[in-house]
């Protein structure tokens, strides 16, 4: 915007210089011509009273070096019957004769002009006075003219040059520092406002300023959204307390045993959740903390595996997990990777027949981590719909959103998920890749390898 603008201010000034000096520097130079006749036609006029009491041709040229033109050798005098005083530079035969001295003009000669000024003399007869302009006293001050001109064209130029930066910066600085705030807003940055008052926004254009005006009125509406928002979200997951309550009293009744010993860890597990979920949706945006990311893939894999394994021993699913024995750091935090996996494994036991086998592997290369979770199942009859929101398999229990979550995960990464069919195992399979060109610090306990799981066939 801000070299359109100097092109722009460039553009017209120069138009109108032009319109203006052009004209000007034509005056200039007419008037040159003009007064180079003019002062011609004083030197003609100077030999008029000589003329008029003689024709001697001595006195004659004594009157012509008196003159300044006849002492620059620029004055003649054709005298009635021929003869010629002076330096002449035309022919004197057209002058000869009276129709040829009946009046005063210009004829062009070489280098100059020559200007012709008819006198009467004695007896009714005619002198005709000759004086020599040349080209250079008709373009007298001209090139300084145009000179002068073409300087007060170019400062005119630079003056509107310097006031079109100028003013071109103020309103760049202005649209910039609104781009700024957007981007800033973009990124989450909740308290961001543009300066509608002050020195940081003088000089602004009362456009700006009104966009500006409107920014902050959309980043406080935004604010209240999310904080209107985030209490609804803690409101609805407060009411899940009362089951949560109901489920922990009857898995305490269950006695001993694996399956209620899971029971009760489900639970737990569940009611800490929620716990999460207030306590993250009552925190104001603008005053969370930043998230600390980073936690060791293979070691969330594994817990959820062991996790889901129970539940797999009773229905008689066949199961196994393959992966690597070094850690695997990824930069996301370790609950939002264990509600990943929590997500593709209870799809398996969603979606499939009690009895289908179904395999977790996980692999690390330099730049991403990657889990795969195939089952022996039907497979995707169409992998489009199953990854979009809210657009599940359906049925009760299911809403649709536990592949949305798991895409969020890995595109929050720079990674992807890819659904097709198991090489091994002939059902569907999910890939699940996880940018990991962040680099991320794990935890000093986390960095111990623990023992591998035993898969179950």
Request: with cysteine; aromatic share 4%.
């Amino acid at each position: 915007m801000r070299w359109a603008m100097v092109k722009a201010a460039i553009a017209g000034t120069v138009m109108v210089a032009l319109a203006f000096l052009i004209p000007l520097g034509l005056v200039v130079q007419h008037t040159a011509r003009d007064r180079a006749f003019t002062t011609a036609q004083r030197q003609a006029a100077a030999l008029g009273p000589a003329l008029a009491i003689t024709t001697d041709q001595e006195a004659i040229s004594r009157a012509l070096a008196s003159t300044d033109a006849g002492a620059q050798d620029r004055l003649a005098v054709h005298l009635p019957g021929g003869p010629t005083v002076g330096n002449a530079r035309v022919d004197p035969g057209p002058l000869t004769s009276d129709q040829g001295r009946s009046r005063a003009g210009t004829v062009r000669t070489a280098g100059g002009y020559a200007l012709l000024q008819p006198f009467a003399v004695d007896n009714g007869r005619t002198a005709m006075v000759e004086v020599f302009v040349p080209d250079e006293d008709l373009s007298r001050g001209v090139g300084t003219a145009w000179l002068v001109l073409s300087g007060v064209a170019l400062a005119l130029v630079a003056g509107s040059v310097a006031v079109a930066d100028r003013m071109g910066t103020r309103i760049i600085r202005s649209a910039r520092r609104l781009a700024t705030a957007a981007r800033s807003l973009g990124s989450g940055n909740l308290t961001v406002r543009v300066p509608v008052e002050g020195p940081e926004a003088a000089g602004a254009p009362e456009e700006l300023r009104e966009a500006a005006y409107a920014f902050n009125a959309m980043a406080d509406r935004v604010v209240h959204l999310l904080a209107a928002e985030r209490e609804l979200a803690a409101d609805l997951s407060h009411r899940l307390r009362t089951p949560l309550t109901v489920l922990r009293l009857n898995a305490a009744a269950l006695g001993e045993g694996d399956a209620a010993d899971a029971t009760r860890h489900a639970v737990a597990q569940l009611e800490r959740e929620v716990d999460q979920i207030i306590r993250t949706a009552r925190r104001h945006p603008v005053d969370a903390p930043p998230v600390v990311l980073g936690c060791d893939a293979v070691e969330v894999v594994r817990e959820r595996v062991a996790f889901w394994s129970a539940l797999a021993e009773d229905e008689g699913r066949p199961w196994q997990l393959n992966g690597d024995e070094d850690a695997a750091p990824v930069p996301v935090q370790r609950g939002d990777l264990a509600a990943a996996v929590d997500a593709l494994l209870g799809n398996v036991f969603r979606h499939t027949a009690v009895g289908t086998a179904f395999a977790v592997d996980l692999t690390a290369t330099e730049d991403a981590v990657t889990v795969r979770v195939g089952d022996a199942g039907p497979g995707f009859a169409d992998p489009a719909p199953a990854i979009r929101r809210g657009a599940g398999h359906g049925g009760e229990g299911s809403t649709g959103l536990g592949l949305d979550i798991v895409r969020k995960l890995a595109e929050g990464t720079g990674g992807d998920v890819a659904l097709g069919s198991s090489a091994a195992l002939g059902g569907a399979e999910i890939a699940v890749r996880i940018n990991t060109r962040t680099q991320v610090e794990l935890p000093r306990q986390q960095r111990r390898r623990p023992g591998r799981l035993i898969r179950k066939d």
